[in-house]
């Protein structure tokens, strides 16, 4: 298995500039979420699903859209990249009855200029 | 918002126990005490959670004061690859409080 792998590793934007973030996991998880970490700090949630076809916010949803058309897929878009949204990004994935053991990719680093 | 505290590093020497210790004064009933951990350029890893009582598994152990205020999460030997961030953090569900962390300096 390979877990949850995420798409791409490094990334390096204008400001403006729009991109999708690909998080994919081979394990049936219900759950899926996405993180930001910014430096020295710990994650935020991003938004999060439930399942396939649903989504909802989490800590700092602004300047994100999410979509979850498959279950093993959780895509993060950023439609107009700022300066504010240079950051690692972390997908990560759970099953419903057990949130508490969320299992995390590798991260995106996102370097908006 | 509840909020945890953690010592900023810690240094530990091989094979011996280690204590890292979190503080969580504005718990909340219902939140979780989660502990994650984070090698360098890696995604956080799972490594024990509780709500009132103490915990044990294969990685670590995992003791809650009384008033669920501070936690205490025990590595039992510390070895060099358990050098990381550990991070204390608050759950209930889609509410995920992370705080700073303690990075974790094992020497051998």
């Known amino acids: 298995n390979a877990g949850v792998t995420q798409t791409p590793k490094f990334r390096v934007l204008k400001t403006g500039q729009s991109m999708t973030l690909l998080c994919a996991q081979d394990?049936?998880?219900?759950?899926m979420y996405w993180y930001r970490q910014d430096p020295g700090m710990g994650l935020r949630l991003i938004h999060y699903?439930?399942?396939?076809?649903?989504?909802a916010k989490g800590e700092v949803p602004d300047g994100y859209n999410v979509s979850r058309l498959k279950k093993q897929n959780f895509l993060l878009g950023l439609e107009s990249a700022a300066p504010s949204q240079t950051s690692v990004y972390f997908c990560a994935s759970s099953y419903p009855r057990d949130y508490h053991t969320q299992y995390f990719g590798p991260g995106t680093r996102l370097t908006v200029l | 918002d509840a909020k945890t505290t953690q010592p900023n590093s810690m240094e530990s020497n091989e094979e011996e126990p280690v204590h890292l210790p979190c503080n969580h004064s504005t718990i909340s009933g219902t939140d979780y005490i989660h502990w994650y951990r984070q090698l360098p350029s890696q995604g956080p890893e799972y490594v024990i959670h509780?709500?009132?009582s103490n915990v044990n598994n294969r990685m670590a152990s995992l003791a809650i004061a009384e008033d669920r205020k501070s936690s205490t999460l025990i590595l039992h030997r510390a070895t060099l690859r358990d050098a990381a961030v550990y991070y204390c953090i608050l759950m209930d569900f889609n509410k995920f409080y992370f705080g700073s962390g303690t990075k974790l300096n094992v020497k051998p």
């Open positions: 394990m049936n998880h219900e759950y």
């Open positions: 699903s439930v399942g396939e076809g649903t989504t």
């Open positions: 509780g709500l009132t």
